[in-house]
């Protein structure tokens, strides 16, 4: 079975600065996709960035990228230049490869507030 | 167009009632999905349908019925809910083809049971 874990239940950051949130998730699949999503406070899930286990380029979004590492089963989201507007819930997510649908599992999210 | 809408945005119910909740899209996707969301917490999946059957059962109690009457509406019946049954329901789809992912979320029902 897959696991995703995020191991910062919260963080704090001054507006401006960069911050690494991090992820790790555990399974035996080769094929399979990685998201980030976003979910701020009373407002709707939105995805950030994804990508494909395949691809060894790191995905990258404006200020978001990730630092996608397979071998270590790591996938991290660097936003840069942080925004009040990038207070959220974030949640890291692992998809299987799949002929159709098919269960994302998430992780238990990181709480990230961007102080003024 | 990414856009999954839900109606309605909160609701509250007794343990009697019986609702619906609804959800649409017109991006031609072909898999949706409900989730539970406790606060704090991820979704929890409960259903998901793949061109308009039921392709996955979360093991969810009965009192929650989901139904798709056709590719771009999804419904989830409620009766006889249980207080513990308030949360955010969530509604996502995806294009369910394969080499596609991306599950795009409506921005939920607050369901709360008295």
């Known amino acids: 079975a897959q696991t995703v874990t995020q191991s910062q239940p919260e963080m704090s950051v001054q507006e401006a600065e960069t911050v690494t949130l991090s992820c790790t998730y555990d399974?035996?699949?080769?094929?399979?996709?990685l998201f980030w999503y976003k979910q701020p406070p009373s407002r709707q899930m939105i995805l950030v960035i994804r990508q494909e286990a395949y691809k060894q380029q790191n995905a990258t979004e404006n200020r978001f990228s990730v630092n996608f590492q397979k071998a270590a089963k790591s996938f991290s989201l660097k936003i840069s230049d942080s925004q009040l507007g990038d207070t959220a819930m974030y949640f890291c997510a692992f998809m299987k490869y799949s002929l159709r649908d098919d269960k994302i599992i998430f992780g238990k999210g990181t709480r990230l507030h961007i102080l003024p | 167009d990414t856009e999954v809408t839900q109606t309605p945005k909160h609701l509250v119910m007794g343990m009697t009632n019986k609702k619906s909740l609804k959800c649409e899209q017109h991006?031609?996707?072909?898999?949706m999905y409900w989730y539970k969301q406790k606060a704090k917490k991820p979704p929890e999946l409960m259903f998901v349908?793949?061109?308009?059957?039921?392709?996955i059962n979360e093991s969810v109690p009965s009192r929650f019925s989901p139904e798709c009457p056709n590719s771009s509406l999804l419904n989830l019946h409620l009766h006889a809910l249980q207080p513990e049954d308030s949360a955010l329901y969530l509604c996502a789809s995806s294009q369910g083809t394969e080499n596609t992912d991306t599950q795009y979320f409506g921005p939920g029902t607050r369901l709360t049971v008295l």
């Open positions: 991006m031609g996707h072909r898999a």
């Open positions: 349908y793949s061109y308009e059957k039921l392709s």
């Open positions: 399974t035996s699949e080769n094929n399979y996709y």
